[in-house]
């Protein structure tokens, strides 16, 4: 059975849960403070001097956008499986696919996005040099969408549990590891003077892989969390 | 039905993998012992010391086939996994959640003895090269499916769950070790790669090598039908077979061990 179209239940699902997290929109800006404070801690930990602080500011950027992504993973499937939502997108007969490609796309959009806004401030504040910020954040654009893709499966798998705690954390992280290696290391191609393009295609071939087969794996998951 | 496909069926049923695996486990134990003894004698006796590292590069023949187990069992745990999710063998699931600690072993086996030979070879325990820092996030993937799988109340749902993860772990484990070579690379030109010379390899370091890959293989099916049997007996501790062969089963084991 299979009510409305496929459009319908996309972007019914997005305005829903997009509804949803304004009426909370103090949590929105939870993983936007979040990083701002790290990228503080940093020249507190480190030490004021300029020349130490720039040399590291593509790599804490990257750290930090990392860290704040995992904050608001937890929310994305947790109420939807308590509240039995999951079960009616299951037996909706809507493309699973779909929407789970409508949950990665939401939290992208609150928290992929607000962090690649905020990241060439820090980079700045943290001394990087200006030509370097635009090889930031296309990195960061083509990395996030993939953290988002990764962090739906992840809290998919674990959205029937009663609390993921730093599960959420271990499962990402170590399949994060590509993204932070090439957006980390277009950056720092680009301020030794060298080229990008080698780290942001690799990082481009990810995107596409990860956004095509992501909704799949999470789609999968989810349907093990409702079952 | 196909002979084949009824004999799948009959050695995936809980009794019958209980009863086949209990006859076969001697044999892998006794032949993980015999052949791994052979191959110690012989890599750490008979063959001759590295002329460039000395005795200490024989730490390789317990590090290599580790390292190889490492990737291997997770491949395996990936395979069952897949198994389990497509035809919900629920053997194949044992199979997964029982070989994950093995894998596990076998990685941190492969990261101690990595760094005990790094002292006198790099003159550091830990280097962050590319295969140590793959290694290390690949124990750590292995603690991702571990950890999710502990964490569900419900063992099948859990070995769902496991099994999807250790499917994207074994799709990205090329994907993590590529980037990390790459980022080596990057990061500190070339580091000192005395292992990579792998196909010129004597014959007197070549055979304790193999032996002892044998070995590690062996010990792995064994090790793996020894916990599975366990487990087995504990998901089914409700059922017949298990209460005419063990009375009181399901007392002691109502629902998941800690």
């Known amino acids: 059975m299979r009510n409305g179209s496929a459009r319908a239940a996309f972007v019914g699902l997005l305005a829903r849960d997009g509804m949803g997290l304004w009426r909370r929109r103090g949590e929105l800006l939870s993983p936007l403070m979040f990083a701002v404070m790290v990228a503080t801690l940093f020249p507190l930990a480190l030490g004021p001097e300029a020349a130490r602080l720039s040399s590291v500011a593509g790599g804490v950027c990257w750290v930090i956008v990392l860290l704040a992504g995992q904050l608001s993973l937890d929310a994305l499937f947790r109420s939807d499986a308590e509240d039995g939502s999951l079960d009616a997108m299951l037996v909706s007969g809507q493309s699973l696919y779909l929407l789970a490609l409508a949950k990665i796309l939401l939290h992208w959009l609150t928290t992929g996005l607000p962090l690649l806004l905020v990241a060439p401030a820090i980079a700045l504040a943290l001394g990087m040099p200006k030509f370097g910020v635009t090889t930031l954040m296309l990195a960061l654009l083509l990395g996030t969408p993939q953290l988002s893709v990764l962090g739906a499966c992840a809290a998919a798998l674990t959205a029937s549990l009663r609390r993921s705690g730093i599960l959420l954390a271990l499962i990402v992280l170590p399949l994060a590891v590509p993204v932070l290696i090439f957006g980390a290391g277009a950056v720092e191609a680009v301020l030794v003077g060298g080229q990008a393009s080698q780290a942001l295609l690799l990082l481009a071939a990810g995107a596409v892989l990860s956004l095509a087969f992501g909704p799949l794996v999470c789609a999968s998951a989810m349907r093990m969390s409702a079952s | ?258």
């Open chain 2, 1 to 258: 039905m196909h002979p084949l496909w009824l004999w799948f069926h009959k050695t995936g049923s809980p009794p019958m993998f209980y009863r086949l695996a209990g006859k076969l486990m001697p044999w892998f134990w006794a032949l993980a012992v015999i052949i791994g003894v052979i191959g110690l004698y012989l890599g750490l006796v008979r063959a001759p010391a590295d002329y460039l590292q000395g005795e200490s590069a024989r730490i390789m023949y317990i590090h290599v086939p580790s390292a190889w187990m490492s990737m291997f069992i997770f491949a395996f745990m990936a395979f069952c996994g897949a198994l389990a999710l497509i035809w919900h063998v629920k053997i194949s699931e044992v199979l997964m959640i029982s070989a994950a600690p093995i894998g596990m072993g076998f990685t941190v086996v492969t990261l101690i003895t990595g760094s005990l030979w790094g002292r006198p070879t790099w003159g550091t325990y830990w280097e962050w090269d590319a295969r140590m820092t793959s290694e290390l996030v690949l124990l750590f993937l292995y603690f991702g499916v571990q950890g999710l799988y502990s964490a569900f109340d419900d063992r099948r749902k859990g070995a769902r769950a496991a099994a999807i993860l250790a499917l994207i772990g074994l799709v990205n484990l090329p994907i993590i070790h590529y980037s990390v070579e790459w980022w080596n690379t990057l990061h500190q030109g070339s580091s000192i790669k005395l292992l990579s010379g792998k196909s010129t390899i004597h014959p007197s370091m070549l055979w304790p090598l193999l032996l002892m890959a044998i070995a590690t293989k062996f010990w792995f099916v064994a090790s793996l039908l020894h916990r599975a049997r366990g487990d087995v007996l504990e998901m089914e501790s409700g059922k017949d077979w298990v209460q005419q062969m063990l009375p009181g089963a399901a007392e002691s084991a109502d629902g998941k061990a800690p």
